[in-house]
């Protein structure tokens, strides 16, 4: 009977054997573990010590592999030997074929594609949900409030509310208002005030815009805008200060009119904005701020009427334009009478002529309540190169303002029939 060898210094073999074991060299096969010699029965094929089936069973039931661990290495099934692997090229697609960009830090094919000008489904935003929105309906918001400056300033009767009424006919568009805009053409100034109508209706509507449309409608405002913004440099030669808060009013405009136009490209993913609340907030916010410029402006000008401040009488053609949009509706009052002009002028383009009259119908206005007017308005043989001074009377016959002008003294004072 064959038994273990209990020197520890045994080999260990099959695939129980641990990593440990084969520290030291493996011994030459001729030559036995004790270094002896092979036998003879070794020679013929017998089995060595220590592996024969008892040796095998003993190292099975040794203490330092447990009997589970054998078991389960036992049923583990055979790994597959493994196949040689050969890559094969893919095929190519007719996007591979597309070379790609240099300088760009992933391939063609992992770039998101360029956008389009229009897209349907993902450029289509709401006004109040697109970049553009917040600026442009302030701007709206500010030409609004300029157009219905004069309705809701008339309606209060008291002197700065009147002076603003004057002072913002000079800008605002003929309707609703009545204005008499020197700032800019009245049609440019009627383009304007569509343009901003409709933009704040779109943004109460929810209604969704391509990106095109939005660049249109910003292009149109701001160029209408810029003619009002130019006119500014003519309010502050001809000295009209108390039109500073109305250009600040026109350059907000167009400076939040240039904003809303260059981002006019709407963002891939979903927009954040305001939704109609929103936007209702920023048009009342911009209209609220017209009024407030304009009054502010009222406020000064009557505190240099009163001799509290520098004042003085306008200088140049746009002096002549501002004086007549505020006095033009007075000036409709007399439509259809007889009234006393007290003085007339062939000024054109002329600044200093324009000067010298404005000093003229200014110390007219020191005699009697007087307004300006400009040749074409008044319907007679005078074009748009004469101004006059009238008297704020409205009468019904020649003879009456022939008869009002003896009575004032003024040697220049005739009867003029107002039919504009």
């Known amino acids: 009977m064959t038994t273990s060898d209990p020197t520890p210094t045994t080999e260990k073999r099959g695939r129980h054997a641990r990593s440990a074991d ?47 661990e054998q078991a389960e290495d036992d049923e583990r099934p055979a790994q597959p030997q493994a196949q040689e692997y050969t890559e094969t090229e893919p095929e190519k697609s007719a996007q591979d074929d597309e070379p790609e960009e240099v300088g760009k830090d992933h391939p063609a094919e992992d770039r998101p594609a360029k956008r389009s000008w229009f897209r349907p489904g993902r450029t289509l935003h709401p006004l109040g949900h697109h970049p553009a929105g917040t600026s442009l309906l302030m701007s709206s918001g500010l030409l609004i409030g300029l157009s219905l400056a004069p309705v809701i300033f008339d309606q209060l009767d008291f002197d700065i509310a009147t002076r603003a009424a004057r002072a913002a006919r000079s800008a605002a568009a003929p309707w609703p208002g009545g204005g008499e805009p020197w700032f800019w053409p009245s049609w440019v100034a009627m383009v ?82 305001t939704g109609a609340g929103g936007a209702a907030g920023v048009v009342a916010a911009g209209a609220a701020l017209s009024l407030i410029l304009l009054a502010g402006g009222a406020a000064v000008a009557s505190v240099q009427a009163k001799g ?31 009234a006393p002009q007290l003085a007339a002028a062939q000024v054109g383009d002329d600044d200093a002529a324009a000067t010298a009259f404005s000093a003229r119908h200014r110390d007219s206005t020191t005699r009697t309540p007087a ?20 008297a704020a009377q409205r009468f019904g016959s020649e003879q009456e303002a022939a008869q009002w002008c003896a009575s004032s003294g003024l040697p220049e004072c005739v009867p003029l029939e107002v039919s504009g």
């Open 22 to 68: 084969y520290a030291d060299p493996e011994p030459n096969a001729n030559q036995r573990p004790d270094g002896d010699p092979p036998g003879e029965a070794e020679a013929h094929g017998a089995t060595p010590p220590g592996t024969g089936p008892e040796d095998t069973r003993q190292d099975a039931t040794s203490p330092e592999e447990p009997p589970e």
């Open 192 to 273: 304007a005030a569509v343009v901003a109508a409709v933009l704040i209706v779109l943004a109460f509507t929810g209604l969704r815009l391509p990106d095109l449309a939005v660049l249109v409608l910003g292009v149109v405002l701001t160029v209408s805008t810029a003619r009002a913004a130019w006119a500014t440099l003519d309010v502050v030669n001809s000295r009209l200060w108390d039109l500073l808060p109305l250009c600040l009013i026109c350059l907000l405009a167009f400076g939040l009119a240039i904003s809303g136009t260059a981002h006019w490209r709407s963002p891939e993913d979903a927009a954040t904005g």
């Open 308 to 338: 509290l401040g520098p004042g003085g009488p306008p200088q140049d053609v746009a002096g002549l334009l501002s004086t007549r949009a505020a006095d033009a509706p007075e000036v409709d009052v007399l439509d259809g009478g007889w």
């Open 371 to 390: 307004l300006l007017a400009r040749g074409d308005d008044v319907g007679s043989d005078l074009d748009d190169t004469w101004w006059v001074s009238l």
